[in-house]
């Protein structure tokens, strides 16, 4: 604990998260939230039902001319 308020105390790390930070929303043109999902490059704010997941992993597989897992066309 102690060690953990030092940090606090000192902002140890804090220049590296802000890198992270900013890197994060340049990449999104903004500011996003949590839960947040990225399927190839594809940016998927908020908590989503499975079949929304399905429909753009299967949508990259297709675009990348991946043959999509028969047990996923199920799930579609």
Known sequence: MKRFEQALDTKQGKSAIDADMAEGNSSLGGPF??????VNGHYMSGAKPFPEFVKVINAELS???VPIPDGAKAAN
């Open 63 to 65: 675009r990348l001319n």
């Open 33 to 38: 939230g949590t839960p947040a999902f990225f």
